[in-house]
């Protein structure tokens, strides 16, 4: 057991070069990932020298440029990258997503002499990032961070700590939202700063109930000088430059929900076609089918959405709001199925001995990061309705 073997997705990928792209990222997650998942979560291991597989293979760059070290692959492209690699084990899949927000602010906004200098080893070159938002006072309400950066010359000093970093501690570079003028949202900056400049630590990581392997941990900033040519954007442009990053980075956590949900439909069918129980498979039985069936149906629609707003990323024109949506409804879903998967496996479902429990303890954290999705509801409001009146 399980008696059924998973079929992969029948993806919708627009060239040859895609197609093998997927191609690639199964037979590594086939390989190289799933095999050591469970093993490696239970003992909160972290798998860098799987990230420096997949840099070294071109996959931490994809949707940024290839004169950089990128893959010019487009979003709706690499957000299905993600999707595998989250099927096979989520603290990959998100952990990509994760570098691939870190490096966003310098690939976006970044002068070209910043990017010439540092993009390279950041893509493809074996490094990892981390992003630094949230503070232990500010994480919902970001625009009330108290990280501060001042100048000194053609330096800046930067103090304070930063929570619930993914990475922390294991990151080669770090991009930091810091305070550099008043008090709000127009008084932010971000920085590139390295893990190995003087004043950088991490505090132990967070135990958490799932993605146990994944280090999520306080990072503090101890006077820490960093040159004028790591401040990334303008003056005062951080926190805007943190919410186009976020706009992207939900639909990387859309896609992690909608492979986690994947794997466990996958195991759910497996199981229900195998186990007999009078006489018969118990998926036989018209209450087990239908939940088989609404939870395929939830992960279609899941993917549909957030390969509709990555289309329209992809096309340039604004997904704000179709992001936020896709980020809500597919982690909403992640978190409805694998519920599911461990009820159809019954008491199995709830031992360490099948996926099922894994995949359910997981899924509850994408529905927390980048955004609660309390927060994506008030964004889908603004949307339609303008902001909310005081």
Excluded at 10 to 36: C, F, G, M, Y
Excluded at 344 to 363: C, H, K, N, Q, S
Aim: hydrophobic content about 40%; some cysteine.
């Amino acid at each position: 057991m399980p008696d059924r073997a998973p079929q992969p997705v029948d993806r919708q990928l627009p060239t040859d070069e895609a197609r093998d792209l997927i191609s690639l990222v199964r037979d590594i997650a086939q390989h190289e990932i799933a095999p050591k998942a469970a093993e490696e979560e239970d003992a909160g291991h972290f798998p860098r020298e799987v990230f420096t597989l997949l840099s070294r293979t071109g996959l931490l760059g994809l949707p940024y440029a290839s004169e950089h070290g990128g893959a010019d692959q487009p979003y709706e492209v690499y957000l299905q990258v993600l999707e595998e690699l989250a099927a096979a084990r989520l603290t990959v899949g998100l952990g990509v997503s994760v570098h691939t927000l870190a490096c966003y602010a310098l690939a976006t906004y970044g002068t070209k002499e910043q990017q010439v200098e540092h993009l390279p080893a950041m893509l493809g070159g074996g490094l990892l990032g981390a992003y630094c938002l949230s503070e232990p006072s500010s994480g919902s309400d970001a625009a009330s961070l108290r990280t501060r950066a001042v100048r000194d010359g053609d330096e800046w000093m930067i103090t304070g700590t930063k929570a619930w970093i993914t990475h922390g501690g294991v990151a080669d570079f770090y991009t930091v939202m810091a305070r550099t003028g008043e008090e709000g949202p127009r008084g932010i900056t971000a920085f590139l700063v390295p893990a190995d400049a003087g004043g950088v630590s991490a505090a132990a990581p967070e135990k958490k109930m799932g993605m146990k392997g994944s280090p999520t941990a306080q990072v503090h900033f101890d006077g820490v000088r960093v040159p004028d040519g790591r401040r990334i954007g303008d003056e005062g442009q951080g926190f805007a430059i943190a919410l186009s990053a976020l706009d992207s980075g939900r639909l990387g956590i859309a896609a992690c929900a909608i492979g986690v949900a994947q794997a466990a439909l996958d195991e759910a069918v497996g199981y229900a076609t195998g186990r007999q129980q009078f006489g018969r498979p118990i998926a036989d039985f018209q209450g087990l089918r239908f939940m088989l069936a609404d939870m395929a149906t939830q992960i279609e629609a899941g993917r549909a959405l957030y390969l509709a707003a990555a289309r329209l990323r992809d096309a340039g024109r604004p997904f704000a709001k179709q992001a936020a949506m896709a980020k809500l409804h597919c982690t909403d879903t992640a978190m409805k199925v694998t519920t599911d998967a461990v009820q159809v496996l019954g008491g199995y479902g709830y031992t360490a001995d099948f996926p099922a429990e894994r995949y359910m303890r997981e899924a509850k954290v994408l529905q927390i990061v980048e955004g609660t999705n309390q927060i994506q509801r008030m964004v889908i409001a603004r949307h339609l309705a303008g902001p909310e009146t005081r």
